[in-house]
């Protein structure tokens, strides 16, 4: 994985500028994700810069869980 902390561990590992906080009860295989309410306005949060070279390909994936 090229992300230096793909799976949310710790609340350190993200600033979400009070648009996104960490939630440390849910995630997919250990606890920690990255929470945010959605109410029409946009809402994006970024890596850590990724290295790649000219013509290489990335697959990104995320996850992604909606309650009601």
Do not use: H, Y
Request: charged fraction near 15%; aromatic fraction near 6%.
């Amino acid at each position: 994985n090229l992300l230096s902390n793909p799976g949310f561990t710790g609340s350190t590992s993200m600033s979400g500028a009070g648009i996104w906080t960490w939630d440390d009860e849910t995630g997919k295989g250990a606890d920690g994700s990255a929470k945010t309410t959605a109410n029409g306005t946009m809402r994006a949060l970024l890596s850590n810069a990724v290295d790649v070279e000219p013509g290489q390909k990335v697959n990104p994936s995320a996850w992604v869980m909606s309650k009601p």
